[in-house]
């Protein structure tokens, strides 16, 4: 067992508020075609932030890839017509990029064990 809970706990709050991101833009869009697939993002991501602040760090690298996936998506968003306005997928992205970093620091560090 490691002691990673208080390394991830930064990057579990960015997660959480990007997750809540996904469902107001739900509810901004009016629930339209893309609020299935934002609806399914943000149940995936406040999965993530739940095991970030448990401390599981092999869910933490999986998170790192699929937020940096999830950010070219949003990035990608940003400019499209659509009923999602785009200020809210480029806070989508911002707070995807400050999670991935606080990741790659609390990755970074060697985990420190647990007698």
Known sequence: MTKTKGAMRWAANFVALSAGLHVLAVIIGGFGAAAGPLLAVAVIY????????????WLAYIAFVV???GTSFAVSNIWALGDVPGWIYAGIA????LAVVALFGALWQSPEPVA
């Open 46 to 57: 406040a999965g993530f932030a739940y095991g970030l602040l448990r401390g599981w760090r």
């Open 94 to 97: 911002c707070t995807n990029l």
């Open 67 to 69: 937020l940096l996936i």
